[in-house]
C-alpha cells in the first residue's frame, strides 16, 4: 500500500516547488521577492465585468447547477468574438465549450481522444499541460522543435513516419508560452495540410491571442481552410481580460472533439459558477477598450524590463508577443542550468524566476520572465540582478566560481 499511484509516478517531480520553499523561508525573513516566476496578471479585472457578476450573483437562481459545456448566452458570445476577430464562423450549440480555463480544457481533452499508448506531439520547451495531459491519460509524448519553421515540419514528417503507433495529434501554442514565438498563417496552413492529409487532429492553444506588441494580430488556426476539420483551439479569458482566477476558458472547432470534450465534461462537473459566465459573456460582447489598456500596459512593461535589464548586463530579446521573457542564461551562469540559476537569482538577489527546464529540457538554458510587476518594481528587480551580477565578478568581469548544488 506505500507504493505511488499509477498515473501520479508517470509525473516527474514538480520543478517550480523547488523554488518556492526558497521564496517562502526569504520573505518569513522579511525579504521583498520580487516575483518575475508565475504568470500571473497582477491587472484589475475591468470594472464593468466585475459589476455584472455582482449584479447576476444577486439573483438566487444562478446559484445552482450551471451548464457543463456552458450556458448558451457564453456559448453565444465565444462564437460571435469568433466571428469579429478571425472571421471563423462557429456553431455555439456543436462547436463551442466553455472550459475552467484552457489548462482544465486541455487535460479533459486528453482524456476524451488518448488511449494507452497513443502518440502525442508536443513542442519542447511548452507549457506543462500540454505534455502531462496525455501522460496522465496513458498517452507517449514525442517532443517537437518550438519554434515554427521549416525545421518543425521536417521534425513533423520524421515523428510521423517513425512513430509506432502513428501519432493521434500534434500539439501547437502560438503565441507560444515560455519562447512567445508567434505563428503566421501561412506556416498554419502547411500544417493543416499535413495533418489532414496524414489524419492527424491538431490542438491549438490560443491563450495570448491579445497580448502582441509591434504586430499584426496573431492568426487562429481555424482561419485555414479545412481546420474545422481535424482542429480545436483553446482559449482563455485569463490574461486577455485579467480573469485567472475567475477560470473562464473555450474550446472550439471540429464537432466530433467537441463532442468528446463536452461528454467528458459532463461526467466531471457541472461548468463554472453562472454568474461568472455571465460575466464572460458581458465581457465577450463588449467594448475591446480594456483589451486595449492591457495590451499596452503589458508593453510598456516589456520595454522597460529589455531596457533595464539590459543597463544591468542581462540581453533580453523583446518578445513580440505574451506576457512572458524568454531569456537566455547569462553566459557566465549557463553551466548551473536553469534551476540553480534560479534558485540562486532569489536566495541572493530577491528574484523570482521560472526555471526553463520546467517547461521541458530544451528549455534548461533559459528562464522564463512575467510582466506581472509594475514599472517600479521591473526597475527594482534589474538593480538587484546588476548587483547580482556584480557580487559574481571578480571585478575584471570574470565570474566567481560557482557550482550547482
Same mark, same amino acid.
Given at each position: 500500500?506505500?507504493?505511488?499511484?499509477?498515473?501520479?509516478?508517470?509525473?516527474?517531480?514538480?520543478?517550480?516547488?523547488?523554488?518556492?520553499?526558497?521564496?517562502?523561508?526569504?520573505?518569513?525573513?522579511?525579504?521583498?521577492?520580487?516575483d518575475? +516566476?508565475?504568470?500571473?496578471?497582477?491587472?484589475?479585472t475591468? /470594472?464593468?465585468?466585475?459589476?455584472?457578476l455582482?449584479?447576476?450573483?444577486?439573483?438566487?437562481?444562478t446559484?445552482?447547477?450551471?451548464a457543463?459545456?456552458?450556458?448558451p448566452?457564453?456559448?453565444? !458570445?465565444?462564437?460571435?468574438?469568433?466571428?469579429?476577430?478571425?472571421?471563423?464562423?462557429?456553431?455555439?450549440?456543436?462547436?463551442?465549450?466553455?472550459?475552467l480555463g484552457?489548462?482544465?480544457?486541455?487535460?479533459?481533452?486528453?482524456q476524451a481522444?488518448?488511449?494507452?499508448?497513443?502518440?502525442?506531439?508536443?513542442p519542447?520547451p511548452?507549457?506543462?499541460?500540454?505534455?502531462?495531459?496525455?501522460?496522465?491519460?496513458?498517452?507517449?509524448?514525442?517532443s517537437?522543435?518550438?519554434?515554427?519553421?521549416?525545421d518543425?515540419m521536417?521534425?513533423l514528417?520524421? !515523428?510521423?513516419?517513425?512513430?509506432?503507433?502513428?501519432?493521434?495529434?500534434?500539439?501547437?501554442n502560438y503565441?507560444?508560452?515560455?519562447?512567445? #514565438?508567434?505563428?503566421?498563417?501561412?506556416?498554419?496552413?502547411?500544417?493543416?495540410?499535413?495533418?489532414?492529409?496524414?489524419?492527424?487532429?491538431?490542438?491549438?492553444?490560443?491563450?495570448?491571442?491579445?497580448?502582441?506588441?509591434?504586430?499584426a494580430?496573431?492568426?487562429?488556426?481555424?482561419?485555414?481552410?479545412g481546420?474545422?476539420?481535424?482542429?480545436?483551439?483553446?482559449?482563455s479569458?485569463?490574461k486577455?481580460?485579467?480573469?485567472?482566477?475567475?477560470?473562464?476558458g473555450?474550446?472550439?472547432?471540429?464537432?466530433?472533439?467537441?463532442s468528446?470534450?463536452?461528454?467528458?465534461k459532463?461526467y466531471?462537473?457541472? +461548468?463554472a459558477?453562472?454568474p461568472?459566465?455571465? !460575466?464572460?459573456?458581458?465581457?465577450?460582447n463588449?467594448?475591446d477598450?480594456?483589451i486595449?489598456d492591457?495590451?499596452?500596459i503589458?508593453?510598456t512593461?516589456?520595454?522597460?524590463?529589455?531596457?533595464?535589464?539590459?543597463?544591468? +548586463?542581462?540581453?533580453?530579446?523583446?518578445?513580440?508577443?505574451t506576457?512572458?521573457v524568454?531569456?537566455?542564461?547569462?553566459?557566465?551562469?549557463?553551466?548551473? +542550468?536553469?534551476? /540553480?540559476?534560479?534558485?540562486?537569482?532569489?536566495?541572493e538577489?530577491?528574484?523570482?524566476v521560472?526555471?526553463?527546464?520546467?517547461?521541458?529540457?530544451?528549455?534548461?538554458? #533559459?528562464?522564463?520572465?512575467?510582466?506581472?510587476?509594475? /514599472?517600479?518594481?521591473?526597475?527594482?528587480?534589474?538593480?538587484?540582478?546588476?548587483?547580482?551580477?556584480?557580487?559574481?565578478?571578480?571585478?575584471?568581469?570574470?565570474?566567481v566560481?560557482?557550482?550547482?548544488?
Open positions: 500500500m506505500s507504493q505511488d499511484f499509477h498515473r501520479i509516478k508517470r509525473l516527474p517531480p514538480y520543478v517550480f516547488e523547488h523554488i518556492n520553499p526558497i521564496k517562502a523561508k526569504a520573505r518569513a525573513a522579511g525579504v521583498d521577492i520580487i518575475l +516566476g508565475m504568470g500571473n496578471p497582477d491587472l484589475p475591468p /470594472e464593468h465585468i466585475v459589476e455584472k455582482k449584479e447576476t450573483v444577486k439573483d438566487p437562481r446559484h445552482r447547477y450551471s457543463s459545456k456552458g450556458i448566452g457564453l456559448r453565444k !458570445a465565444q462564437a460571435s468574438y469568433y466571428g469579429r476577430r478571425f472571421g471563423v464562423k462557429l456553431n455555439p450549440d456543436t462547436q463551442v465549450v466553455a472550459t484552457s489548462k482544465e480544457g486541455f487535460a479533459n481533452m486528453a481522444i488518448t488511449a494507452p499508448g497513443d502518440v502525442v506531439l508536443v519542447n511548452t507549457y506543462p499541460i500540454h505534455s502531462f495531459g496525455f501522460i496522465m491519460s496513458g498517452g507517449v509524448v514525442r517537437m522543435p518550438a519554434e515554427p519553421n521549416e518543425f521536417r521534425a514528417d520524421r !515523428a510521423v513516419r517513425h512513430s509506432i503507433p502513428k501519432p493521434i495529434a500534434l500539439i501547437l503565441p507560444s508560452n515560455p519562447t512567445a #514565438y508567434v505563428a503566421s498563417l501561412e506556416w498554419y496552413k502547411e500544417v493543416v495540410d499535413y495533418c489532414r492529409e496524414h489524419e492527424i487532429f491538431i490542438l491549438s492553444d490560443l491563450a495570448y491571442s491579445e497580448i502582441y506588441f509591434d504586430m494580430p496573431p492568426p487562429s488556426i481555424l482561419e485555414v481552410p481546420a474545422m476539420d481535424i482542429a480545436v483551439e483553446f482559449t479569458m485569463s486577455t481580460y485579467s480573469m485567472p482566477g475567475w477560470r473562464m473555450f474550446a472550439v472547432g471540429n464537432e466530433r472533439l467537441i468528446a470534450l463536452a461528454r467528458v459532463s466531471l462537473d457541472y +461548468g459558477f453562472t461568472i459566465q455571465v !460575466a464572460a459573456a458581458s465581457a465577450l463588449g467594448s477598450d480594456c486595449e492591457a495590451r499596452k503589458y508593453h512593461r516589456r520595454d522597460i524590463m529589455v531596457e533595464s535589464f539590459s543597463r544591468a +548586463g542581462w540581453d533580453l530579446p523583446p518578445p513580440p508577443a506576457m512572458f524568454w531569456a537566455p542564461i547569462p553566459d557566465q551562469f549557463a553551466h548551473l +542550468g536553469s534551476l /540553480e540559476f534560479a534558485k540562486l537569482l532569489v536566495a538577489a530577491g528574484v523570482a521560472a526555471p526553463g527546464v520546467g517547461f521541458g529540457e530544451y528549455g534548461d538554458q #533559459y528562464v522564463r520572465l512575467a510582466l506581472v510587476e509594475n /514599472e517600479q518594481r521591473i526597475r527594482q528587480a534589474a538593480r538587484a540582478v546588476k548587483k547580482f551580477f556584480a557580487n559574481h565578478s571578480d571585478g575584471k568581469g570574470n565570474v566560481a560557482l557550482n550547482a548544488k
